[in-house]
């Protein structure tokens, strides 16, 4: 018979859109009762546009392929004990602040994802957000499958669902997605699918994943670019509906606007942590903390965000300051972990002589100045036996929930204090951005669960640092401290059979043990 | 760069990560299931109230009137992660691929008499509907259930649900020779024809029901239970007789796949009801209350394909249904 063949596009509709209807027997609010909160103006969902055309099948046919691809790569990776033979065992606490921090996000993208994929009362989100769910499963899982093997072989990665919900510094990343999460559906996937995976992902994965092929983990590298290829849907998600919440209404546009600038600046802060992996702790480096920015967020954030005048959206608030910081940021934030490590679960360590040097080189105007007198202190006293650790709890930022240790974004050797009061109470702040953020929405900020009062609270299994270390399960002079003293490295050297004397550089001649 | 390490030096410090050994009571290997599966959800110090709903933590095991002291006792008996889901539906898909270009091919459709593919086309292709709202279900229990043990397996449930209504769409295009006269017919009766309201009723019920563990045995336990057996197995039952095998092939993916996903159902269903008598009773009385539901709405379904003997087929799979609750899911009924 001859019969008029659908067009794809049609096609796809029928598949998606069309399996919908208007209810009638249920008022269409008690369905869909998320939509109208946020303020966002909504009148034709027929106008998504789908920002892929995937059936389930098709879904199941490509995703299977590349996950049979990924498991040979995993399964060959542990029989031949491929973790030996990245660069350096420094390189493994990247791994561990990746697992610790990054994969519990992706468990949280799943179940978002599995929100807004419900509450969206058109298909098209609908169907867009729900795979991409299923995505962000697959790479929780596939990230504890292959990070599997190097638990088996070293310390810190243990227990890391159970340390994110608990560990100071794991409350930034914790705090960040939890933010979008309790918001409305339009706020989470401006949030994640716009300014977290279209404008900002290439400053998280970028570095994870060149960080691990250049320092010789393929297991990393080969999860990390199956994932990819996922993203690259989630991306022309995240534009889509941007785009089409400002086509929708004009008055959507001052919304998504302030939603931009907030998320920008949480995203942001939450990317201090990627900063200093990238200039301190991959032993090969791939590029600067400064050049990812300039390259990743100036320009090509640049040329987005002008075409995304057109619809009246400005780049988001502060940016400037970030770009202020990007001589600083990481330094600022390896001080921290340096200070604090006996409570961290990987390792820290002080540059070594050639690193120092490509730090200069990367940081001319401000590294010889402010930071490389400190670590020569910091070095002075492990030398003599005394690697400095700092008892006082530091205050955290009510908002992004990083320690106060941020600068002036005029003055890199002052430190940034704002506060704001609420109901009689006062409220730190980091930066401009954290108070702004905290001031649109105190109500909500005022609940931040922020690790350093719990223990002052008595919440953390005691005050002392010991007690907070078992709540944590954190295993003292194990998962902690210095690399230098750690049971990784004595581990790594035996394994590697290489004495101390035989993989002595410079930095570690200088400790007495 | 070859490395050469001493094979007694390089036994592992540790088999699993820290909270499976604790679950499992010892330091041993895992499952690829069972790493990826235990306490990925967070259940502690959450920062802020949700928005869309105030009364709760943004994970809350207060979201059900189910209580369960451990919600990773619940095992998925098929170990579904993404990794085993995913490569166990891409080899089903396979399968029903060649089945539709099988019949495709030999034109096995121009075969059947025009009656029974009439019957077909309004006995199946309104069920994409049916099969959207399952899927819609299945995400919300997936969002706001309580362990990634039950929730995982409920969003590859959900998305299932999505193929399937997607096949369904696809068999109303292979009836109506690409017009999609079939799938617009279909969701004129969906809409307007007396023998799908109460389905589409109890669907629109169902997508507004809050508490997602009553959702979970209404959807994936009674009306699935009643749904599939009649659709899969008593209507293509029934027109095998005119249409041959042709029909069933093209659902084959439906059946096998309930099939599967009835053992996933009736362990959940298992595990909640040994928890404890509260447990047990709230089951039994939701299951009760959705079986009745879904045979209602399911009768005039039937009645499409078997006329007068409709009654008596879903007092059948009533039956059927109430045995396996008692014998596979821990419930008298
Ligand atoms: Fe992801
Ligand atoms: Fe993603
Ligand atoms: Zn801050």
Known sequence: MAAKRLSLREKYQKFTRDLAWEPSYQDKANIFPQTEFEGIHIHDWDKWEDPFRLTVDAYWKYQAEKERKLYAIIDAFSQNNGQFNVSDARYVNALKLFLQGVSPLEYAAHRGFAMAGRQFSGVGPQVACQMQSIDELRHVQTQIHTISQYNKFFNGFHDWNHMHQRVWYLSVPKSFFEDAMSAGPFEFVTAISFSFEYVLTNLLFMPFMSGAAYNGDMATVTFGFSAQSDESRHMTLGLEVIKFMLEQDERNVPIVQKWIDKWFWRGYRLLTLVSMMMDYMLPKRVMSWKEAWEMYFEENGGALFEDLSRYGIRMPKYWDVSVKEKERLSHEAWSIFYNYDHAAAFHSWLPEESEMEWLSAKYPDTFDKYYRPRYEYWRSLQEKGERWYNSTLPMLCQLCQIPMAFTEPDDPTQICYRSSEYNGDKYHFCSDGCKDIFDDEPEKYVQSWLPVHQIYQGNCGGASVPEVLEWYHLVDGQDNKEFLDSQDRANWNRWKGESDSDTDQPVKAAVND | ?333
């Open chain 2, 1 to 333: 760069m070859t490395i050469e390490i001493k094979t007694q030096s390089v036994e592992p410090l540790r088999h699993t990560f820290s909270n499976v050994a604790r679950r499992q009571g010892a330091d041993k290997s895992a499952s690829r299931y069972l790493e990826a599966m235990f306490d990925l959800q967070p259940t502690v110090n959450f920062h802020y109230k949700p928005q869309w709903d105030p009364d709760h933590d943004l994970y809350d095991t207060g979201r059900t009137a189910i209580v369960m002291e451990d919600w990773y006792a619940f095992r998925d008996p098929r170990q579904f992660y993404y990794g085993a889901w995913t490569t166990t539906r891409a080899k089903q898909q396979d399968v029903a691929e060649r089945n539709y270009a099988f019949v495709e091919k030999r034109a096995l459709l121009d075969l059947v008499p025009e009656e029974t593919r009439k019957v077909a086309e309004a006995a199946f292709v309104p069920l994409r509907h049916a099969e959207y709202a399952a899927n819609l279900n299945n995400m919300y229990i997936c969002a706001y259930g309580y362990g990634t043990a039950i929730t995982q397996a409920a969003s590859f449930n959900a998305v299932d649900r999505l193929g399937i209504a997607q096949y369904l769409s696809r068999i109303g295009l292979m009836l109506d020779g690409n017009t999609s006269e079939s799938l617009d017919a279909a969701k004129q009766a969906w809409l307007e024809n007396e023998a799908w309201q109460p389905l589409r009723q109890l669907c629109e019920e169902l997508m507004a029901t809050k508490d997602w563990f009553e959702l979970y045995v209404a959807q994936n336990f009674a009306l699935d239970g009643l749904l599939y057996p009649l659709v899969y197995e008593r209507i293509d039952g029934e027109l095998q007789r005119h249409a041959g095998s042709t029909i069933s092939m093209l659902n084959e993916f439906m059946s096998e796949w309930y099939g599967e996903t009835s053992r996933w159902v009736d362990a959940t269903l298992k595990t909640a009801a040994g928890e404890s008598d509260a447990n047990k009773v709230q089951l039994e009385q939701w299951a009760r209350q959705y079986i009745d539901r879904a045979a209602q709405a399911l009768t005039p379904v039937a009645a499409q394909v078997f006329g007068t003997d409709a009654q008596s087929v879903i007092a059948e799979l009533r039956e059927d249904l109430t045995n396996r609750a008692g014998k596979k899911a821990g419930l008298e009924l």
